[in-house]
C-alpha cells in the first residue's frame, strides 16, 4: 500500500438503512467522530456482492472493513470500539 493510500485509507461500513445493529455501529462512530464510509448495499450491488463473498454467500451487516485489512461483522459496541481505540 503506497503512503498515499495509507493516508487516505478509511473505515468502510457495509449496512442497510433498516438494519438495527447497523444504526448502532454508525451512531458509536458518529458520537466519538471517527470517520467512516458507509456503502448502503441495497443500493450498491458491488457493495453486496463484497459482503456476500466474506458471510459465505450470507448477507450480514453491519460488515465493517478497516485500513488494516481487517474485518468485524455484527461486532459489539465493545468489539467495535476496541479496534477502533475508543474507551467506552
Known amino acids: 500500500m503506497s503512503e498515499q493510500q495509507t493516508t487516505n485509507a478509511q473505515i468502510i461500513m457495509y449496512t442497510t438503512r433498516w438494519c438495527s445493529d447497523c444504526h448502532r455501529a454508525k451512531y458509536l462512530l458518529d458520537e466519538y467522530g471517527v470517520s467512516y464510509t458507509n456503502i448502503d448495499v441495497e443500493a450498491d450491488s458491488e457493495g453486496l456482492a463484497f459482503v456476500k463473498q466474506v458471510n459465505q454467500g ?16 455484527e461486532p459489539s459496541n465493545r468489539q467495535l470500539a476496541d479496534k477502533v481505540g475508543l474507551e467506552l
Request: hydrophobic share 50%; glycine share 6%.
Open 58 to 73: 450470507h448477507r450480514v451487516v453491519p460488515t465493517i472493513v478497516f485500513p488494516d485489512g481487517s474485518i468485524l461483522v
